[in-house]
């Protein structure tokens, strides 16, 4: 059985500089100069039964047979597709921060749900052997895998720490420099062994986990955000959010929806046991079958409950830090949502959170240079949408960030301060939110 991980989501503004934004109007191609945030918080825990109603989708893990599977959202609920059936779920259970991945047991009779602070839930014949809920992490964790052998499971975080619980730890990237951050994990079909893989597509090998092969020395057109290994573990598969699929050793291509205008980015990739096919999986709960991957039509899961109490004629962009997602509103009805990067709130030496608070979008503009310092130095970054709505923060594309928008990293690795949209996004909402619009950032 393997399952795939969205990071993340995830929740984010990387490499390179990050960016803090503009005060003033500006032409086109102009340069902005900003100015980080002063203030840095955290995001709070969400109060217990708070909402039943799916939120964003972050994993998904399929079913034995292939052909079904669960979609696992950030605030815990659990919806099953095809012939999965519903073991329960953390909908009424209070969090301290967002789910972040799904893992199947080895007989897809249960599964835990990860949060990206380590907490673990488990239901159906999935045990319970630990988490790293109550420890200090150096980073968020971003995805698990299940232990076939011993009905365990590993954590992994954005650094390549590797938690075993109930499972052998064969080893980690944790303390070693990465080029780019871990973005999910993948193990041996004996569990004696397991992968990480990073953004940029960077393979690790652990235990009998063989190396076969990676992006890492390839220029990606997007980031990837997650991989899946082949039955007989002699290869594996790797995704990127466009949808791209990479192949390495005995796994076999047989599609991608790269090239498509897809209604949510890809999140990850689910092989369906041995039937030379898989699932494409998308951020709102679907996927796109290929070779022998069994088809299914699911709705895809549409998180309305944000627009409800927006007034009729009004347009409103909705920002949650906890979440790192924004939703667009016109009056009652959901128009559209994405997952975004936000502040970087938890760094040592500089106080890049974003603001919380109601504005509206000053101005807006189009290919324009960022430019400020902190005290982790200067930058100087060119994009394609500006739009201010509280001085010096705003929405706008980032055209350098290397790991998927929604990815708890955003709490190190973020902005310094505005809300990072994927580029198409950005280009919707530029065209669809006029000056005036209605911003309002929760925690």
């Known amino acids: 059985m393997k399952r795939w991980w969205v990071k993340p989501v995830a929740a984010v503004c990387f490499v390179g500089s990050v960016l803090a934004c503009q005060t003033a109007p500006q032409a086109a191609a102009a340069t902005v100069s900003t100015a980080p945030s002063s203030v840095a918080t955290s995001s709070p825990s969400r109060a217990a039964g708070a909402s039943i109603s799916p939120g964003p989708p972050v994993g998904l893990a399929a079913t034995a047979d292939g052909q079904g599977f669960w979609v696992a959202s950030a605030n815990g609920v659990i919806t099953p597709e095809g012939d999965a059936p519903a073991y329960g779920d953390a909908a009424t259970q209070p969090l301290n921060q967002p789910i972040v991945g799904i893992a199947a047991t080895r007989d897809a009779k249960g599964y835990w749900l990860v949060a990206s602070d380590g907490g673990l ?22 995805g698990m895998a299940d232990d076939p052998q011993t009905g365990g499971y590993w954590f992994v975080a954005a650094d390549g720490g590797v938690f075993s619980f109930h499972a052998p730890f064969y080893g980690s990237e944790g303390a070693k420099p990465l080029n780019q951050p871990i973005v999910g994990m993948a193990a041996t079909p004996d569990g004696k062994g ?48 466009d949808g791209g699929v990479f192949t390495f050793g005995d796994a076999p291509f047989v599609g991608s929806p790269a090239g498509q205008t897809l209604p949510a980015p890809a999140a990850g990739l689910l092989d369906t046991d041995g039937t030379k096919g898989y ?10 079958a290929f070779g022998g ?8 899961i549409v998180d309305n409950s944000a627009c409800l109490s927006n007034p009729a004629g009004r347009k409103l962009l909705l920002v949650s830090i906890t979440d790192q997602e924004m ?23 500089v106080y890049d959170a974003t603001p919380t608070g109601t504005w509206r979008i000053i101005y807006k503009t189009t290919d324009v240079h960022l430019t400020g310092c902190n005290a982790d130095g200067c930058w100087d970054d060119f994009v394609n949408y500006w739009m201010p709505f509280d001085g010096p923060y705003g929405f706008h594309d980032a055209p350098w960030q290397t790991f998927p928008f929604g990815s708890p ?3 190190t690795q973020g902005s310094h301060g505005c809300v990072h949209l994927p580029e198409a996004e950005a280009a919707w909402v530029y065209s669809w939110a006029p000056v005036g619009t209605t911003v309002t950032v929760l925690p």
């Open 194 to 241: 397991y992968w990480l893989v990073a953004s940029d597509g960077g393979v690790f090998s652990f235990g009998d986990a063989r190396f076969h092969g990676s992006t890492g020395g390839q220029k990606l057109n997007e980031p990837i955000v997650g991989m899946a290994a082949t039955p007989d573990g002699e290869g594996y598969w790797l995704v990127a959010s």
């Open 121 to 142: 839930f488990s239901f159906g014949d999935a045990g319970f052997y630990g988490s790293t809920g109550s420890i200090r992490l150096t980073q968020p964790i971003v």
């Open 293 to 300: 991957a069994h088809p299914l039509t699911t709705t895809p």
């Open 327 to 349: 939703w667009a509103c016109d009056g009652t009805t959901l128009a559209s949502s994405t997952a975004v990067t936000t502040g970087a709130y938890a760094l040592p030496n």
């Open 409 to 411: 990293l955003y709490a």
């Open 279 to 288: 699932w494409v999986g998308l951020g709102n709960g679907q996927v796109q």
